[in-house]
DNA sequence: TTATACATACATTCGAGGATGTATAATGGG
DNA sequence: CCCATTATACATCCTCGAATGTATGTATAA
């Protein structure tokens, strides 16, 4: 029970994120001691101490572990060549939404980071990255909904960031009302709809979606 | 500082849940102390303990001081008979923007509740209690669809529970996402023409709302 | 005279953050 | 290739402050 190796070391710091994915979610960020994490990982506080900084700085790590590739796939939207780019900015939001639905990690993180966590005092920072990424979302929607606009998909009276904000705001909105209780409604079906429902309201052909 | 009079102590009161309010918006729920709301009040830990039995007691009462006579509109949506129910619905929730932009307190609150609050352990029962205020909001929806549909002033192949979940979803989502950062688009501007755009989409004629 | 509306003082618990111990893997020298 | 050294990956222990809840004191309104 000593001086593992690297990739045990590594297997041991996994746990301690996964114990620590589980019981944020069932008390709370705040309410959880690292010595309640410790021993839902199977380890001491001395082990969670050896691995991160403190709980903001696990908190931090958790979240990077699920949600930091997610950047890439921003850049992916940004750089996507398709004629219509609503089609791709569709396409990704439904992806989300299935992921939410079908990934328990995923949700696990959605559920935590949306109501069972203050983002106040350290939690700030990770906030601000959050909110961050969340404009940089926007911005690449904004910039989807202008090119469409100018290609001629949408009309000339489409205003590309009030366009944006209500479709980012939609898919928010479903997703953490539906993270707060499954059973109000089937999100992986009602998703698309809402989806399009809006898209047509802005005056898209969903036949050329 | 001894034995006021009733008023005075509603007063007394009144003083420490506006401290409250603001004392958790700053540094979140759990993080703040009765000691530091007592300090904010201008009143020692007595006074607070006196009025209420915990801090989840107090959260509560402070809840519901705004929240509370938010249910004696729904009613109104209910009893609401304009020949268009959606009409109604459309304005309830641009008031409910209105007031999230010009109320500071219901701002406050709305902050508090989504993004300075775990909804954990005790704060469970102010969870459910918010759920099921949501749930009747949503049943409220549902019905104003499904009659505004049953009088023609929807297609006949509108899923009301399905248009009801988009819209309380496209609220919740534009208010929340504007609580985390109020400089990244104009609310009162961009929420009803948002609503707008989705109930287009929708089918409903807008010159009719 | 009694209940009220607090202030003050006290006991207890709990969690954070080091300090320290320690067995072993990794590393370098002969 | 073997051995000594060092760094690693934890476990254990200790101290400290902070917050909670309660108990008690007390002046005044009722």
């Not at 900084?53 to 940004?78: S, Y």
Request: aromatic share 10%; with cysteine.
């Amino acid at each position: 029970m000593v001086r593992k190796t690297k990739e045990e070391a590594q297997e041991t710091r996994d746990a301690i994120l996964d114990a620590a994915e589980q019981v944020f979610q069932e008390r709370g960020v705040s309410r959880t001691s690292l010595a309640e994490i410790a021993t839902a990982a199977g380890v001491t506080r001395g082990a969670v101490y050896w691995h991160f900084a403190n709980k903001a700085d696990l908190f931090d790590a958790m979240v990077q572990r699920t949600f930091g590739p997610l950047d890439a796939q921003l850049q992916e939207l940004r750089a996507g060549d398709d004629e219509n780019p609503i089609r791709l900015l569709r396409e990704q939001a439904i992806q989300f939404i299935d992921r939410a639905v079908n990934d328990p990690q995923y949700f696990r993180l959605l559920e935590i980071s949306w109501h069972k966590c203050e983002y106040v005092g350290e939690m700030a920072a990770i906030r601000d990255a959050h909110l961050e990424c969340g404009n940089r979302y926007l911005a690449a929607s904004i910039d989807a909904f202008r090119l469409a606009k100018e290609r001629g998909f949408a009309p000339a009276s489409l205003d590309p960031h009030c366009a944006a904000v209500g479709f980012v705001s939609l898919i928010d909105g479903m997703v953490q009302n539906w993270t707060m209780d499954k059973a109000v409604f089937p999100l992986a079906e009602y998703g698309p709809a809402v989806i399009d429902t809006y898209l047509a309201g802005l005056g898209f052909d969903l036949a050329l979606l």
